[in-house]
């Protein structure tokens, strides 16, 4: 079972090691490192749709990005998905267990492991970032994410699709063969089932908790989940998983 998610705009800034292993795409990295440290301050809050201190923050951390202090990225990433999944709980066991099936897919990075180490950034899979590649990210990375996590399954292995619709598009789960899983979560809100985005991506960090606190290796074992109340209610006809509170 392979787990993907979506990285976080909000980046740790005290959890850094020296410990980790490798990102997998470090020439593709240094290449973005390099067209963004050619940018201004005002046209990287352009780009990015920063504020003015979050744009000066960026544009430093492109221009230090080989000095700066590094950590583990399933630690360093910080926001809503993270606060349910809650990595800083995890046993050595529930780590390893992650290492080897979870995915996080980045527009600076690609596509990490929970250990790979990663310098703070900011650079969503969305930005019309123009390189030798294309108009934008999606372009510049092309068939190389999707060919990476292509070549870590194993016949038949089911992939849990937690990630929002701006990251997994970037992977192009329609050409890989194996079953996706697409977890979905809804709220009752005026009598109608609605997804609210702030629960929602909550609810992703929960269910790859559970996935990997629990060792979790069969897809019908994901109906047992029950985390911030949700309850599952069934299959839709697009195959996603429907989970409602």
Do not use: C
Not at 49 to 69: G, H, V
Not at 177 to 188: A, G, H
Not at 197 to 205: D, E, M, T, W, Y
């Amino acid at each position: 079972m392979k787990i993907i998610i979506s990285p976080a705009k909000k980046i740790a800034t005290d959890n850094f090691v020296k410990e980790g292993t490798s990102i997998p795409f470090l020439k593709e990295t240094k290449y973005l490192v390099e067209e963004l440290q050619t940018y201004s301050v005002d046209e990287i809050k352009s780009l990015i749709k920063l504020s003015d201190n979050l744009a000066q923050l960026n544009w430093q951390r492109f221009q230090d990005w080989n000095t700066n202090d590094v950590g583990q990225a399933l630690l360093m990433f910080q926001g809503d998905v993270y606060q349910g999944l809650r990595a800083e709980t995890f046993s050595k066991d529930d780590f390893d267990f992650a290492q080897e099936n979870l995915r996080i897919l980045s527009g600076f990075y690609g596509l990490l492991k929970p250990k790979d180490l990663i310098f703070p950034y900011r650079l969503e899979m969305g930005t019309k970032l123009k390189t030798s590649k294309g108009k934008n990210l999606y372009e510049f990375w092309g068939e190389k994410l999707y060919q990476s996590l292509k070549a870590e399954l194993l016949e038949g292995e089911e992939i849990i699709n937690l990630a929002s619709q701006e990251y997994s598009k970037a992977i192009h789960l329609k050409k890989i063969s194996n079953p996706i899983i697409t977890p979905v979560f809804k709220d009752y809100k005026n009598g109608k089932l609605k997804v609210i985005s702030f629960f929602a991506k909550k609810a992703r960090g929960e269910m790859a908790n559970f996935i990997i606190t629990n060792k979790i290796k069969k897809v019908q074992e994901l109906k047992a989940f029950t985390n911030l109340g949700y309850q599952f209610s069934q299959v839709t006809e697009e195959g996603e998983l429907l989970f409602s509170r």
